[in-house]
């Protein structure tokens, strides 16, 4: 079964930094580009960027560059989403999908990732 | 604000067909045919239901079609189920990142 599972929720206070991750199984997993994206909880979803994990090259939305960081680790299927210092305002559900080679869609999912961040 | 402005509500009965609007501009929904629907039902993650503004992707039933006229794309769900009470987004690919609507409920009365 092809799935990506992301980690568990985070409690964090501000300024304090925060790695999530997202693992792929059940296909290659250097040959899909994996993309992050965040969602308020009762709110739309917003684009934050992309990794191809086979080099690691990276988009990221114009609206996250400088925010975050977005790597991969093919060795062990999995890609991360990063913050240095986080803020009350990076409270969110981030999610991580595949989009395959020459796809414009995301086709599965991960399971969500609940960020808090408060004082 | 969302860069692609859908409506925030619709509602229909069961049988009745709907259409969700997504409208952008000739960078985004008009200067690509890359646009994709999201169905979410709460607390779960988005399921694609439509991608390259009017493609299936297996397993999706076929009363959910898409479509597009200059910078509008269009979701339909006809013979509406109660299971498809949900939120629906659009998306487009635009200059190398993606950009999504504002979401639309659908309320199956």
């Known amino acids: 079964e092809v799935q990506l599972v992301q980690s568990g929720a985070e409690v964090k206070k501000p300024g304090e930094s925060l790695r999530i991750s997202c693992k792929g199984s059940?296909?290659?997993?250097?040959?899909?580009?994996i993309i992050w994206l965040r969602q308020m909880p009762g709110k739309g979803l917003e684009w934050m960027g992309r990794?191809?994990?086979?080099?690691?090259?990276?988009n990221y939305s114009p609206s996250f560059r400088g925010h975050v960081t977005i790597s991969a680790d093919k060795s062990i299927n999995t890609a991360y989403l990063q913050w240095t210092s986080l803020k009350a305002s990076d409270t969110d559900i981030y999610y991580c999908?595949?989009?395959?080679?020459?796809?414009?869609?995301?086709?599965?999912w991960g399971q969500g990732t609940a960020v808090t961040v408060s004082s | 604000q969302s860069a692609l402005t859908q409506p925030a509500s619709v509602s229909g009965s069961p049988g009745q067909s709907i259409t969700i609007s997504c409208t952008g501009t000739s960078s985004d929904v008009g200067g690509y045919n890359y646009v994709s629907w999201y169905q979410q039902h709460p607390g779960k993650a988005p399921k694609v239901m439509i991608y390259?503004?009017?493609n299936r992707p297996s397993g999706v039933s076929n009363r959910f079609s898409g479509s597009k006229s200059g910078n509008t794309a269009a979701l339909t769900i006809s013979g509406l189920q109660p299971e498809d009470e949900a939120d629906y987004y659009c998306?487009?690919?635009?200059?190398?990142?993606?950009?999504f609507g504002g979401g639309t409920k659908l309320t199956v009365l």
């Open positions: 998306t487009t690919y635009t200059s190398n990142f993606w950009v």
């Open positions: 990794i191809d994990p086979s080099d690691s090259y990276i």
């Open positions: 390259d503004v009017s």
């Open positions: 059940g296909y290659s997993f250097s040959n899909y580009w």
């Open positions: 999908a595949r989009q395959g080679p020459g796809r414009y869609y995301m086709d599965v």
